[in-house]
């Protein structure tokens, strides 16, 4: 199969929380190494205001957890498909588009990828969630066509995309003996994507798999909402969300909201947000909750606080409790989130991504019977509560847990192989 290889062709998971770059090559890692000789690149760009510099994945966040000044933008896949992608941003004084914001950080994903392998890619396999956006066809395609364009701009001659549920599934079926019928359950950072597909050794071997591919779904919920969900629950009532004001009204929920999201945090940090949450803060019944607030604003520590979260959140998932610091902006302060309360804030979440796999199994004309393994991959399958449902309606099972942060690259690095090599 070597001599079939293309040397320019490789496989793209751009990810809400982490990317990686696959290429199949004979007796050496799937995974290209990107970043301190890691194969995943946190989806991350800061713009260094103090150094004038902008840097990408773990290099950038960590200048930003440091304290220096500027901007830092994640869950960057989130945009697409939303009115965000054609919107801009100010950065260091100017207005700097959604869209070229994608484009810096694509770029550097394939400079990346090309420096390790020492070779240009000129083809690639893009990942791609079943639903970009849910339920509306037109944002989806726009979405995808928007990738796309973005793919051609830093140089990419040919290319085209597969469900990264399915690129997970060809990934677990290069270590099958035999054949089985597999549920892929992938849950990223912003989408829950779900195939039913049969795979086998002999299978592999075709170059048109789509009749092997029983059922896909998915949602657009993922890891950021339960990070969301999290916060909302146990982090932002410190801050002072639903507490109320001397009046008896609740204290308006939006900036919480948008403290909460990844992509929205920047929000926070206008004047005008600033003077309303000053003026909110005299008629607080708990004012020190919102001078908590306003310390926050004032140090411009909304990302970090986030990080923070999602750092809780994944300890959660294999302890029942997590510490998480204020320090940032509340000197000498900190609390304990525990993993009952976020079980019980992520329950709508977890409803939801339970409903798509129930919707599965019918689509696929298959009973739970039929189904030999469920392959967990994705950063957030881990969230016990949420793989223990999933689980649970098909009881019989399987479970295989794959490279939670690698399956979907590798299995686009076949999928390249097998439509660009030759």
């Avoid at 195939?195 to 592999?204: C, G, K, M, N």
Wanted: charged share 25%.
């Amino acid at each position: 199969m070597s001599s079939q290889i293309s040397a320019h062709a490789c496989g793209i998971d751009f990810g809400t929380s982490n990317s990686t770059v696959g290429w199949l090559r004979p007796d050496r890692p799937v995974l290209l190494t990107l970043e301190d000789g890691k194969p995943t690149l946190p989806s991350v760009v800061f713009f260094n205001a103090e150094e004038d510099s902008v840097s990408f994945g773990r290099a950038g966040l960590q200048e930003y957890l440091a304290g220096y000044e500027g901007r830092l933008m994640r869950s960057l896949k989130s945009l697409l498909g939303s009115s965000l992608i054609d919107g801009v941003t100010e950065i260091q004084g100017r207005n700097v588009r959604f869209r070229d914001l994608l484009t810096q950080f694509i770029a550097s994903l394939k400079a990346r990828a090309e420096r390790e392998g020492q070779r240009a890619f000129d083809q690639a396999v893009f990942g791609r969630p079943v639903h970009f956006v849910d339920d509306d066809r037109n944002a989806d395609q726009l979405a995808e066509d928007t990738l796309a364009a973005i793919a051609r701009e830093v140089g990419f001659k040919e290319l085209s995309f597969q469900y990264e549920p399915i690129a997970a599934a060809f990934h677990y079926e290069t270590s099958l003996a035999r054949e089985e019928v597999v549920l892929v359950a992938d849950i990223g950072g912003g989408t829950s994507d779900f195939s039913i597909v049969r795979l086998s050794p002999e299978r592999a071997k075709a170059a048109d798999r789509w009749s092997d591919v029983l059922a896909n779904d998915g949602i657009h919920t993922g890891g950021t909402d339960f990070d969301k969900q999290l916060s909302l629950a146990q982090v932002m009532p410190l801050l002072g969300h639903r507490s109320q004001l001397k009046n008896g009204r609740e204290m308006p929920s939006s900036i919480y909201f948008n403290l909460a999201t990844w992509h929205t945090i920047n929000f926070a940090y206008t004047r005008q947000v600033w003077t309303e949450q000053q003026r909110l803060q005299i008629d607080a019944a708990e004012p020190e909750r919102l001078d908590r607030l306003l310390a926050l604003i004032r140090e411009r520590a909304g990302h970090w606080l986030a990080h923070q979260v999602e750092e809780a959140k994944i300890r959660l998932s294999s302890e029942d409790t997590a510490p998480l610091s204020l320090e940032r902006f509340s000197p000498g302060e900190q609390m304990a989130l525990n993993r009952l309360d976020f079980d019980l804030s992520a329950q709508d979440l977890v409803g939801k991504i339970e409903g798509a796999v129930a919707r599965l199994l019918p689509e696929a004309g298959i009973a739970a019977s039929g189904i030999d393994t469920v392959f967990f991959t994705g950063g957030s399958s881990g969230i016990p509560v949420l793989r223990h449902r999933i689980s649970a309606l098909l009881p019989q099972v399987r479970v295989v847990e794959g490279d939670l942060f690698g399956s979907i690259g590798a299995g686009l690095a076949v999928e390249a192989a097998r439509r660009y090599g030759g």
